[in-house]
């Protein structure tokens, strides 16, 4: 397996990529400058689709709305 | 697992500081994912530090019963690599160039002329089998981990990884079989 050394050593090279010095401190500092963007728990999946629920059902109550009011101007025959 | 749940919750309750924990715990192996996707030192540290503020402003995401901490991690930085690259190069290389930019491989070569074939050649590869290899040969992660990261079929990660391989093999071969 001689074409194997120079591969097995290069993927070794290839791994032992070091990180920039200071690099945390970077990030850190990136977080500092956009403290507004806070991290808070999402919604949970459930209330995601709750809330699209509620949307779409008050969606559908408006256009019903709507029509009610030409169905209801129409002269009966 | 249970410390990166710690840390994160204290994080999720207003501890900045506490993701330093997180980013000096997993900045290894993701600078190292990244610089051998994007195979540039000063890019790599850019979309790392992006994959950690995203990380943070999306930790209220995390869903620690679908992933592993560093898999939810990996995931981002793969996503972030693939908006990188085709920002940066249009047309995707699907076709490894002539070995040693035209040369015959070498027996003589130096083993730095052999890294350097060997990076092109890697740089060269299709994304998808790219980041497969990386996360398999180079990190070592587990194929259970490279599945849910790159989001794919067991059977078509396999695949990627040993096409990968064969790729990266084949520029050596030649010189191997000489006597």
Request: with cysteine.
């Amino acid at each position: 397996m001689r074409h194997d050394d120079p591969y097995e050593a290069w993927k070794q090279a290839r791994a032992g990529a070091e990180v920039p010095a200071g690099f945390a401190d970077k990030v850190m500092a990136g977080l500092r400058a956009r403290p507004a963007r806070r991290p808070g728990p999402a919604l949970s999946r459930a209330v995601q689709i709750g809330i699209g629920s509620l949307a779409c059902a008050v969606c559908l109550l408006r256009i019903l709305q709507v029509l009610a009011v030409f169905l209801a101007g129409q002269p009966s025959m | 697992m249970s410390d990166d749940l710690d840390v994160i919750r204290r994080v999720l309750d207003g501890d900045m500081e506490a993701f330093r924990l997180l980013v000096t715990h997993y900045q290894g192996p993701l600078f190292c994912f990244i610089h051998n996707v994007i195979a540039d030192t000063h890019d790599a540290e850019d979309i790392a530090q992006e994959v950690f503020l995203a990380a943070y402003r999306s930790l209220g995401a995390y869903d620690p019963g679908r992933a592993a901490f560093s898999t939810w991690l990996f995931t981002i930085a793969r996503n972030r690599c693939r908006n990188a690259l085709r920002k940066r190069r249009p047309l995707v290389l699907n076709e490894l160039p002539e070995a040693a930019g035209g040369r015959a491989p070498d027996a003589d070569l130096s083993e730095a002329e052999w890294f350097k074939q060997l990076d092109q050649a890697l740089a060269a590869l299709p994304f998808e089998q790219k980041t497969a290899f990386v996360l398999a040969e180079v990190q070592g992660l587990s194929l259970e981990e490279i599945v849910a990261i790159e989001g794919a079929p067991l059977g078509t990660i396999k695949s990627r990884i040993s096409r990968a391989r064969e790729k990266l093999r084949s520029l050596l071969r030649p010189a191997a079989e000489q006597p």
